[in-house]
């Protein structure tokens, strides 16, 4: 009864109000109340930390008559589908961060930037630690070339794919909504 309080004919335990009369902590009140006063305050929890990283989506015509487009997708070390992506370096722009990451992955290096695409963030945790990531995604064409995965960097596999199959392929919902807006994009450049 340490933490009820007297007002008039009524004892108020926390949140709960009851009778003076028949007054009895009931059980569910007081782990209410003391339940609140131990949460700690949204200003005491850690912040996530923020990360920033840039990605490109690379597309290739195939040659005529059909000319169909395919989506260059990678395969991590941990057998998950997406698109070349990593950290920017020291005061390096998005654009440029995007074209060296899909050189370091693919090997890929005569790529014509189309413009961006879209920011997507998440949480995860490393090593204890909330991270809230952004990343960057840039639209490149590739005309020449065929990607090698580059095995220090973690990547198993490189596949061309047509939309539908990369659609299908790419393993997170985010990066297939990024695949989504890039095929928008390029199927934009073909009509001008």
Same mark, same amino acid.
């Given at each position: 009864?340490?933490?009820?309080?007297?007002?008039g004919?009524?004892?108020?335990?926390?949140?709960?109000?009851c009778?003076?009369?028949?007054?009895?902590?009931?059980h569910?009140?007081?782990?209410?109340?003391?339940?609140?006063?131990?949460?700690?305050?949204?200003?005491?929890?850690?912040?996530?930390?923020r990360e920033?990283?840039?990605?490109?989506v690379?597309?290739?015509?195939?040659?005529?008559?059909?000319g169909?487009?395919?989506?260059?997708?990678?395969?991590?070390?941990?057998k998950?589908?997406?698109?070349?992506k990593?950290?920017?370096?020291a005061?390096?722009?998005?654009a440029?961060?995007?074209?060296?990451?899909?050189?370091?992955?693919?090997?890929?290096?005569?790529?014509?930037?189309?413009?961006?695409?879209?920011?997507i963030?998440?949480?995860?945790?490393?090593?204890?630690?909330?991270?809230?990531?952004?990343?960057?995604?840039?639209?490149f064409?590739?005309?020449?070339? $065929?990607?090698?995965?580059? #095995? +220090? =960097?973690?990547i198993? %596999?490189? !596949?061309?794919?047509p939309?539908?199959?990369?659609?299908q392929?790419?393993?997170?919902?985010?990066?297939? $909504?990024?695949?989504?807006? #890039? +095929? =928008?994009m390029?199927? %934009?450049? !073909?009509?001008?």
């Open positions: 009864m340490g933490n009820a309080k007297c007002q004919e009524f004892v108020r335990v926390g949140r709960v109000r009778s003076r009369k028949e007054f009895r902590v009931p569910f009140a007081f782990r209410f109340s003391m339940t609140r006063r131990r949460s700690k305050s949204r200003k005491s929890q850690p912040r996530a930390q920033t990283s840039a990605g490109g690379v597309f290739r015509r195939g040659p005529p008559p059909d169909q487009v395919r989506f260059l997708l990678i395969r991590d070390s941990y998950n589908w997406g698109f070349p990593g950290h920017l370096e005061a390096e722009p998005p440029e961060a995007a074209r060296r990451e899909v050189a370091e992955e693919t090997g890929l290096q005569e790529l014509v930037l189309h413009g961006p695409i879209k920011v963030d998440w949480y995860f945790r490393f090593r204890g630690k909330t991270i809230h990531k952004y990343c960057h995604f840039f639209l064409e590739s005309r020449r070339g $065929e990607p090698v995965p580059e #095995a +220090a =960097e973690g198993t %596999a490189c !596949v061309w794919h939309l539908d199959g990369a659609l392929t790419v393993s997170y919902d985010n990066a297939r $909504e990024v695949l989504r807006q #890039a +095929a =928008e390029q199927q %934009a450049l !073909v009509r001008t």
